[in-house]
């Protein structure tokens, strides 16, 4: 597991350190989705909370020069559902419905903090709570269930 480094501005990678460290993680080290759209810093607070972090790039900006909302519930959607994924013990588990509410807006080289708490976990589901902060103000809330799924079913 990598330990990365936080920055105001910058572009998170896999292959690069940034300055004052917080025991983030990389979750985007192979390709695919995340990666492909910046990735995203993980780190776990407690068995029930988590934040995770984002800066965002020009290719996150929508035609009015702020960040587009399709990256907002990407970047919810990944963190939160790490958040569930770690709480099913690394279990696989699936996003059955995420409820965003668009608060505020972000700009290119704005970092966006997104913070989960595990309302409640049973053998199947996990409800939880998530918001995202930039700039000291709150952009977006959520709530979220994630199905945990068998290991061999997913």
Same mark, same amino acid.
């Given at each position: ?5 936080? /920055?105001?501005? +910058? /572009? ?5 350190? @940034? ?12 390709? *695919? ?5 910046? +990735? ?7 068995g029930t909370e988590s934040e995770f972090k984002a800066i ?6 929508? #035609? %009015? +020069? ?5 990256? @907002?519930?990407?970047i919810i959607d990944s963190g939160a559902g790490t958040g %569930?994924?770690? #709480? %099913?013990? *690394? +279990? ?5 419905s995420l409820d965003i509410k668009f608060i505020g807006t /972000? ?14 976990? /049973? ?5 939880? $709570? ?8 709150? @952009?977006?809330?959520?709530?979220? @269930?994630?199905? $945990?799924?068998?290991?061999?079913? %997913?």
């Amino acid at each position: 597991m990598k330990i990365y480094r936080e /920055t105001k501005v +910058g /572009t998170i990678s896999d292959n690069k350190e @940034i300055n004052a460290i917080k025991n983030f993680e990389q979750l985007s080290i192979r390709p *695919g989705f995340m990666k492909h759209n910046g +990735g995203l810093l993980y780190r776990q607070i407690s068995g029930t909370e988590s934040e995770f972090k984002a800066i965002v790039n020009k290719y996150h900006l929508n #035609a %009015a +020069g702020i960040t587009h909302g399709g990256y @907002i519930a990407l970047i919810i959607d990944s963190g939160a559902g790490t958040g %569930a994924h770690r #709480a %099913a013990d *690394g +279990g696989p588990c699936v996003t059955i419905s995420l409820d965003i509410k668009f608060i505020g807006t /972000t700009k290119l080289g704005n970092e966006i903090k997104g913070f989960t708490k595990i309302q409640k976990k /049973t053998k199947s589901m996990i409800f939880l $709570i998530c918001h995202l902060e930039s700039n000291g103000k709150m @952009i977006a809330s959520a709530s979220g @269930i994630w199905k $945990i799924m068998k290991k061999n079913n %997913a």
